[in-house]
């Protein structure tokens, strides 16, 4: 039997060893901190947005959203931040595509959260300028996980907003909360 050097067996340990603890740590399964002890993130997002069909018949004129969101559950609380900025063109013929009017401005705290497999719901209270102007006013957002392409339905002051994701992510984790 041919000798090994000491580099040969020294490898081959290291290897066994590394296989070992990718085991070990493998074999236990991923949990979110919000599933297990009813603490952490529910859900968090942001991005651009379309809104689909834009300002309605019989214009059509398209909206893009910025948004962002997070809600976390502490101690049985659920807190959280929705921001929401609607930016429609700024006219007719070559400002069609500069999105710089503000159509509508939301921001406001989140206080109640549901995740659902990959939907979210929160809820709570904003201060909206423009469209649906208020203070005070109750909102919900439904967001599905997911990139672009994913969907996001907004409602508040007695409209509705189905939005498109274009760019950014939702992340929604499991559990009720």
Do not use: W
């Not at 296989?19 to 949990?31: E, K, M, W």
């Not at 300002?55 to 004129?61: N, W």
């Not at 809600?71 to 807190?79: F, L, Q, R």
């Not at 919900?140 to 409602?155: D, N, Q, R, W």
């Amino acid at each position: 039997m041919p000798k090994l050097s000491k580099y040969t067996v020294a490898g081959v340990a290291g290897a066994l060893l590394l296989t070992g603890a990718s085991v070990l740590v493998l074999s236990f399964p991923a949990h979110s901190v919000s599933a297990e002890s009813g603490n952490g993130s529910i859900a968090r997002g942001g991005g651009t947005t379309i809104i689909q069909g834009g300002t309605g018949s019989p214009s059509f004129v398209p909206v893009l959203t910025t948004l962002a969101f997070h809600a976390e559950k502490s101690g049985g609380a659920v807190t959280g931040d929705f921001e929401c900025l609607a930016r429609a063109p700024a006219g007719a013929g070559p400002l069609s595509a500069q999105f710089t009017a503000n159509a509508m401005y939301v921001t406001g705290a989140v206080t109640g959260a549901v995740s659902n497999g990959d939907t979210a719901t929160l809820t709570g209270t904003a201060n909206i300028t423009g469209l649906g102007a208020g203070s005070g006013v109750p909102f919900e957002l439904v967001a599905h996980k997911g990139g672009p392409g994913s969907t996001v339905v907004l409602t508040t002051n007695g409209l509705v907003f189905h939005e498109i994701l274009l760019e950014g992510s939702i992340e929604v984790f499991s559990g009720d909360n």
